[in-house]
């Protein structure tokens, strides 16, 4: 494949009821490739299919296969990472349709929940996002609008009506809807107005990456959450794993921001908590409403795989998950709930 080769078709041929041996054979019968390749499949991921590609020139691409879920929406993913590819800040774009896209592997370790604890790889990362935010002219065509709160009052109402693929059952997690949704009207009166740019809206630890040695490249993977949004989300959600952290949190919000008296860091103190809070709640949410369709896309046999991987030693099933999430959670709101009234 050609240093500027792109190719992005309307029509998509991927369906979602192929099983992953047929997904790997349709992936060897794209147009793109010059010759034999060597495909193998990476686990880790929750929703979608990901392939390591290396072709005939041993030139190495990275395949993404989904399907709509949740808030993700194909050509929204499409374009945001075509976006973040023309400021520099995620892999090149070559191939996609609806519900497929291959991109440059990006060759580089992933952050690890660690380094949150390396203020200055800290302070990177927030530079490359504010490359993001300040470039939403590169976005070229329609993108998704991200609003955390209508998503989390989207699945509430979910967990309480059930879903056709578990017989309209309703949630086991049923008696919690209350709670979150007026924690959720309680967080969302906290956001003040602001001007929506280009933002991430998944910047968890494990979609970003970065040069090796030097570290003075970031990248940003995974674009399915990309969406116009908060700028002040993805500084709260990258800080999520950080809990109750005001030391954390105001270095964020001045690497961000710069010099801030200290009104105005309260100020964005309240809006930042509330959005790290409204994160930490979606996940927990997202994770309870995918009960209701839990092989949507992936066989219980990947999402077992892809579990082992991303949550060594936890329960492999979604109840495991909600599990781990929680306390964390519930710290933050122990710790700043009162103050959202």
């Known amino acids: ?54 072709d005939v020139d041993g030139r190495r691409y990275v395949v993404r296969c989904g399907f709509d879920q949740y808030r993700t929406r194909q050509p929204s993913v499409v374009h945001c990472t075509l976006a973040a590819a023309n400021l520099g800040i995620g892999p090149q774009l070559r191939y996609a349709e609806p519900n497929l ?28 996002v504010r490359v993001m935010h300040e470039g939403t002219e590169a976005i070229s065509e329609s993108i998704s609008y991200w609003w955390p709160f209508h ?98 949190d105001r270095y964020v919000l001045g690497c961000y921001f710069g010099d801030l008296t200290e009104p105005k860091m309260t100020a964005l103190l309240h809006e930042h908590r509330a959005f790290k809070m409204m994160a930490g709640l979606r996940l927990i949410v997202e994770v309870m409403v995918t009960a209701h369709d839990p092989y949507f896309y992936l066989t219980p046999e990947e999402m077992r795989e892809s579990m082992k991987i991303s949550f060594p030693g936890q329960q492999q099933h979604l109840n495991g998950l909600a599990d781990l999430l929680r306390p964390g959670f519930n710290e933050m709101w122990a710790a700043y709930g009162q103050d959202y009234a």
């Open 151 to 248: 998503t989390v009052r989207r699945y509430l109402k979910t967990m309480e009506s059930g879903a056709a693929p578990t017989q309209w059952e309703r949630s086991q997690w049923l008696d919690e809807v209350p709670f979150f949704r007026e924690v959720s009207r309680r967080l969302e009166r906290a956001i003040g107005p602001f001007i929506p740019c280009f933002t991430h809206n998944d910047l968890t630890y494990v979609n970003i990456m970065y040069s090796s040695p030097a570290r003075d490249r970031i990248w940003l993977i995974d674009w399915d959450g990309g969406a116009y949004g908060h700028p002040m989300w993805d500084l709260a959600e990258m800080s999520l794993l950080t809990g109750v952290n005001d030391d954390f």
């Open 1 to 54: 494949m050609k240093d500027d080769f792109l190719l992005l078709k309307e029509v998509s041929t991927l369906r979602r009821d192929w099983d992953t041996h047929r997904t790997q054979e349709y992936i060897r019968s794209l147009p793109i490739w010059s010759g034999p390749i060597d495909l193998r499949q990476k686990f880790g991921g929750l929703q979608n299919r990901t392939y390591f590609v290396t």
């Open 101 to 128: 896209t291959v991109t440059d592997f990006v060759t580089g370790p992933q952050m690890q929940v660690e380094q949150l604890q390396d203020l200055d790889f800290v302070a990177n990362v927030v530079r490359t």
